[in-house]
T-cell receptor, first 112, second 115 residues
């Protein structure tokens, strides 16, 4: 079945460090891919998305490129801030469905 | 401001009791969803509804029930049949049901604890 695999956390970085959170997927159709962010005690917010191969989603300095050849959608940011500390979820939705399939989430901790 | 509201934020229940979680949206979205979040397990879909008076089971519907009598509202009842109900419950909505790539918007969540 369709699934999403994320790197386990926590990821611990100093402020201004480079961030990569790996995400790979398995899907039978042509999925759309998403990154959501969850701040402590809150719901999820869409961070970025890509709906077809080679698309790049970007928002607030974060980027991810839909790589069909490697079935990946890795999240990157060039310089993280303390305020980026949160849990990041990779997710996919497959053609003509309502369902989002989530990874298990990766906690990011950024220290000054 | 448009958005999704969930109430209450924290809920405590005794074993054997049913409890209903509220979810309201004023985004005029057709589709609504309920997810359960447990530590280290990501989000799992409980129920979803594409249109008023219709809903479908998700991956973990056992022990839960829903209704969709109004477009704006999608309450979730956690019944006594749910064996392990302590979790964080998230409601979401989207504009176009059945469309891959459509963004789901989430409420702030309700944390349910069974005593």
């Amino acid at each position: 079945g369709d699934s999403v695999t994320q790197m386990e956390g926590p990821v611990t970085l100093s402020e201004e460090a480079f961030l990569t959170i790996n995400c790979t997927y398995t899907a039978t159709g042509y999925p759309s891919l998403f990154w959501y962010v969850q701040y402590p005690g809150e719901g999820l917010q869409l961070l970025l998305k890509a709906t077809k191969a080679d698309d790049k989603g970007s928002n607030k300095g974060f980027e991810a490129t839909y790589r069909k050849e490697t079935t990946s959608f890795h999240l990157e940011k060039g310089s993280v801030q303390v305020s980026d500390s949160a849990v990041y979820f990779c997710a996919l939705s497959v053609d003509n469905t309502d369902k989002l399939i989530f990874g298990t989430g990766t906690r990011l901790q950024v220290f000054p | 401001d448009g958005g999704i509201t969930q109430s209450p934020k924290y809920l405590f229940r005794k074993e054997g009791q049913n409890v209903t979680l509220s979810c309201e949206q004023n985004l005029n979205h057709d589709a609504m969803y309920w997810y359960r979040q447990d530590p280290g397990q990501g989000l799992r879909l409980i129920y979803y509804s594409q249109i008023v008076n219709d809903f479908q089971k998700g991956d973990i519907a056992e022990g839960y029930s829903v209704s969709r009598e109004k477009k704006e509202s999608f309450p979730l009842t956690v019944t006594s049949a749910q064996k392990n109900p302590t979790a964080f419950y998230l409601c979401a909505s989207s504009i176009r049901p059945g469309t891959s790539g459509d963004t789901q918007y989430f409420g702030p969540g309700t944390r349910l604890t069974v005593l």
